[in-house]
């Protein structure tokens, strides 16, 4: 949803040991290079861009640790779905409403 504008903002503000465009959204961003000084400014730049403040409870490692992490927190504070729903045929839908029927 939004990894291509993390990874703009993480090239400009993280100071990463790698380019960005290399990590997959799942890579360790703190072996990556990310300290706590520029875990501060990449929050600052994501928070302007984004419009978005984050919560006390996202202030750490776990939020700012991956791409998909950032990802996931940004959809969130502005109130949209993190993961992709998997949505099921109506068929599906009417099998699984039916009640069971045991002989």
Do not use: W
């Amino acid at each position: 949803m939004y990894t291509e504008q993390i990874r703009s903002l993480l090239a400009q503000h993280a100071r990463l040991l790698v380019d960005p465009a290399q990590l997959g959204e799942d890579s360790d961003l703190y072996q990556a290079g990310l300290t706590s000084l520029s875990t501060v400014n990449l929050m600052l730049a994501l928070e302007e861009h984004f419009d978005v403040e984050f919560l006390d409870r996202m202030l750490g490692r776990k939020t700012f640790g991956s791409i998909r992490a950032l990802n996931d927190a940004i959809a969130e504070l502005r109130g949209e779905d993190a993961a992709p729903t998997c949505e099921l045929p109506p068929q599906a839908v009417q099998a699984a409403a039916q009640p069971s029927v045991q002989p």
